[in-house]
């Protein structure tokens, strides 16, 4: 179809889901593979966040992914990790309102009114964006590549800057509410339609 580089396909990235009988763990630090010549052992680099799930009581589950990275020269492992909890009985419960600007937190019947200022910051990059297309629109005329970039990198920066003022403030209501040992409820965001008689 000429839509190829090449006269003929290739195979850029290969990724292989495994079973439980395909891999098996050997220690934290080596990994048996299943291959059409027999098994292999691989030794495997951790890293910080699978051992924060080991040390947490976590186990690994039967199935992985294994990705070839040729530019590397290495196979990645995407393993899954999983818990076996009970269930959660709360002494008392935190309820949030979440709004555009401020979140507001009932606590023991004191609320707590916790300032996000999200629309100040929405409205500073709606002006930053404003302002850079009336200049790129002059001179490079309207929807040019340059104001493109930089729309897509103010955007990311944006989003990343409110993404974290969220983990933030959940993160806190998390920890009070797990402190009290209590369960968060959260208002119904999807309305249902009323029921008719």
């Known amino acids: 179809m000429g839509r190829a580089r090449k006269p003929y396909p290739e195979v850029r990235s290969v990724s292989i889901w495994l079973d439980d009988h395909l891999w098996r763990a050997e220690g934290l630090t080596l990994v048996s593979l299943a291959t059409h010549r027999g098994r292999v052992?691989?030794?495997v680099e951790l890293n910080k966040h699978f051992l924060r799930y080991v040390n947490r009581g976590w186990r690994l589950a039967s199935e992985a992914k294994v990705k070839l990275d040729h530019k590397e020269r290495r196979l990645i492992f995407y393993i899954t990790f999983k818990k076996e909890v009970s269930e959660y009985k709360p002494k008392d419960y935190v309820?949030?309102?979440?709004?555009?600007?401020?979140?507001?937190?009932?606590i023991d019947g004191v609320v707590y009114l916790l300032e996000t200022g999200l629309s100040k910051v929405t409205l500073g990059y709606y002006y930053r964006r404003k302002s850079i297309q009336e200049r790129y629109d002059r001179i490079y005329g309207s929807g040019s590549r340059p104001a493109r970039r930089i729309f897509k990198r103010l955007s990311n920066k944006e989003r990343t800057f409110k993404r974290e003022i969220r983990w933030k403030l959940a993160a806190l209501i998390v920890r009070e509410a797990a402190r009290r040992q209590a369960a968060i409820v959260l208002e119904r965001l999807g309305r249902e339609p009323a029921n008719r008689i």
Do not use: I
């Not at 309820?95 to 009932?106: G, Q, S, Y």
């Open 95 to 106: 309820t949030v309102d979440v709004n555009e600007d401020a979140e507001a937190v009932l």
């Open 41 to 43: 052992r691989v030794s």
